[in-house]
């Protein structure tokens, strides 16, 4: 397993392959900034920038959840599409877009939130029931449940948007506190949460500890299939945040918010150092390669490159980290 910080000498090091992800990020950030020093160092763009990349950012972070054990989440932009159904349905039926910030609008938006993140957390726990309980593979496994919750978010919708939330949920994707966006705050919770519970709690070892090797963890006493579980209902819930922070931002719900992210979120984490293979993989690390792609992102779109470059950029800088951190491990 690997460890984001180790200790030599008594000294705290960084691993090699975030230290290389740090560098290559400020190199993405002091090429953009020169190239466009007026425009991408502006503040507004900054600031634009923060607005953005949380939602990817915390799916990112749900993707991750289930290639540390080895395994792959597809469906978790299907569980944020359905999650933010849920509870548009709710605000819209309740109170409306007219509601003012009163204490029963506060309320209902609570209920709201609360009904997304337990049907996210179904949705996850389903998804660790095929795996563990009926054997499906994880990447056919979620890539059919995915499918389905996108389904099912059509069917209650009519494939259309839900519309017309309280103005009072709005700052959940677009507000801001004390200058610092919303958005931005939530994504630092989540992945300071996530970091704590996989470096700090005994479900966070035991996930590493099937990653690695799934029959040394039944033999050391592992109850793997509820490992499982549980680490996909994490996925699950991660994803309705995402999908909270979408609907905020969008002011509006749909089954097909943010098709998009599943391969980006995926690029994210193995970017990050997430071994696809499970059983070692950073939060530090996934939160170092949303800021770079993001800065690319942003860079790109200043300079208006086609979409088309941006993306081979993406897949050049995934392919060249992924040959250095091989060597690197070569060399152990």
Wanted: proline residues 3%; hydrophobic residues 55%; aromatic residues 8%.
């Amino acid at each position: 397993m690997l460890r984001a910080f180790s200790l030599s000498s008594g000294k705290t090091r960084l691993e090699p392959e975030l230290v290389r992800l740090l560098v290559i990020t400020f190199i993405i950030f002091v090429v953009m900034g020169l190239a466009s020093p007026g425009l991408f160092l502006s503040w507004s763009n900054l600031s634009s920038m923060a607005f953005q990349f949380p939602e990817f950012g915390i799916l990112s972070l749900a993707v991750m959840i289930g290639m540390l054990t080895g395994g792959i989440d597809l469906s978790v932009i299907g569980i944020a599409n359905l999650s933010a159904v849920v509870a548009a349905m709710i605000m819209v039926d309740q109170v409306g877009p007219a509601a003012d910030a009163s204490a029963g609008t506060l309320v209902v938006i609570l209920v709201a939130i609360v009904a997304s993140v337990v049907a996210g957390m179904v949705c996850g726990i389903l998804n660790g029931l095929s795996i563990s309980v009926v054997g499906i593979p994880p990447i056919l496994a979620t890539l059919g449940s995915g499918l389905v919750f996108t389904g099912i978010a059509i069917v209650i919708t009519d494939g259309k948007a839900i519309v017309g939330l309280p103005s009072a949920f709005s700052v959940v994707g677009n507000g801001a506190i004390a200058g610092i966006p919303v958005p931005l705050l939530i994504f630092a919770a989540a992945a300071a949460f996530l970091a704590y519970v996989l470096e700090g709690t005994g479900l966070g070892l035991k996930i590493y500890m099937l990653g690695t090797n799934p029959r040394a963890s039944m033999f050391a006493g592992l109850n793997n299939r509820r490992v499982l579980i549980e680490a996909y209902m994490l996925s699950g819930v991660y994803a309705a945040a995402a999908g909270l922070v979408m609907m905020s931002r969008a002011n509006s719900a749909k089954a097909d918010y943010g098709s998009s992210y599943m391969l980006l979120s995926i690029l994210i984490g193995v970017l990050g150092g997430v071994n696809p293979d499970g059983g070692s993989g950073k939060v530090l690390g996934v939160t170092i390669a949303v800021l770079a792609l993001q800065f690319l992102a942003s860079g790109f779109n200043i300079l208006q490159y086609s979409n088309f470059a941006k993306d081979m950029v993406w897949g050049l800088m995934l392919l060249i980290v992924l040959l250095l951190n091989a060597r690197s491990r070569s060399r152990v």
